[in-house]
């Protein structure tokens, strides 16, 4: 629920405590030699205070008019004298109704009808003798409190945003995440099922098995593709923290499912948090790209440190000897890339070579530069 539907639990005791008070302050008025404060008085004050407390957040107009009403009435009633428990109960109706209604004009509504109504009954029992403290009353006791309730309004929603902001968020990097690791994941599957389906020795039918599998892999992909992009926000950081595999992880399983795959040199990780990530996620994708649109190919990941420079990482791979995946792509991938390049403070390049196949290029720096990406 949000933080700025939620009364807090501390107004129901002030509820109490004000109706107490305005009961308390007749009764000592009218044992004062005041009788306008009592009887009647006293009873119209204490029901009508307690109507507009349990009003304000339902019906917040009808509670500013039930404070006009008895407010006004009784400064107009009574030559321009108040009870102090009276203006507590003014301003803090008008603070609440200023914190938590949604609509502003319906309450200024009421105030307005009520100024004009109570100026015209002044005008009739007094000669307008009060008109100037019945203004003060209402600026003092019901404007400025109402005002500071929805400044604090204005707080609370910009909290209560960026709250659901900071949950999209962290579930868009989770979401992105996913996606690099299953999406990985199931290349790989596609990419033994792909070498099965033309593994000679087989029967048609476990060929078309594989086929099948091959399919379905590749299919999951899509989908998991496709709802990552409706997660992603435009400016998602790239996650900062490096994968614990490692890129001799990657190349292995990579290996392991039945791709060519070589490794060329290797990088010092541990040094550099942001830069062990984006290269941890460059070789990540590029491999899977490489499965999906160049299966069967060879595939070469070069890693070339240049103290104090930087490390250059390299993923080529040559033409498809198997069938390709089919179905469309949503671009994010080499996207992802970019970013994470960008947010380790280095670049990224990629594009077709000469002789067929597809080459992924990226410069990241030897420390992590925070001050590319703030």
Known sequence: ??????????????????????????????????????????????????????????????????????????????????????????????????????????????????????????????????????????????????????????????????????????????????????????????????????????TATHQKAAGDIRAAAAGATERLGEIVGVLRPADEEAPLTPAAAGIGGLVERARESGMDVRLVGSLTEGTAPVRDAAAHRIVQEALTNAARHAPGSSVTVSVEEREPVGVRLSVSNGRATLPPRAGATTGLGLAGLEEAARAAGGTLRHGPVPGGGFEVVADLPALQRREAVL
Do not use: K
């Open 1 to 202: 629920m949000s933080l700025l539907r939620v009364p807090r639990v501390w107004e129901p005791i002030l509820s109490a405590l004000l109706i107490a008070a305005v009961a308390a302050e007749h009764l000592y008025m009218s044992g004062a030699g005041h009788p306008q404060w009592s009887g009647w008085s006293a009873v119209a004050g204490v029901v009508g205070v307690a109507l507009a407390m349990w009003l304000r957040h339902r019906h917040p107009a009808v509670a500013v008019a039930l404070v006009c009403l008895l407010v006004g009435g009784t400064v107009v009633a009574n030559d321009g004298w108040i009870l102090i428990s009276y203006v507590a109960f003014a301003a803090l109706v008008s603070f609440l109704v200023g914190r938590w209604a949604d609509q502003v004009w319906p309450s200024v509504a009421v105030v307005g009808v009520a100024v004009v109504a109570l100026t015209a009954l002044d005008a009739a029992v007094n000669g307008g003798g009060v008109r100037v403290a019945m203004a003060g009353n209402m600026i003092i006791f019901m404007a400025l409190p109402w005002l500071s309730g929805r400044y604090l309004r204005q707080v609370a929603r910009h909290h209560s945003t960026a709250i659901e902001q900071a949950q999209l968020a962290e579930r868009a990097r989770i979401a992105q995440e996913m996606h690099d690791s299953l999406g990985h994941e199931l290349s790989l599957i596609a990419l033994r099922a792909g070498a099965l389906e033309v593994a000679p020795g087989l």
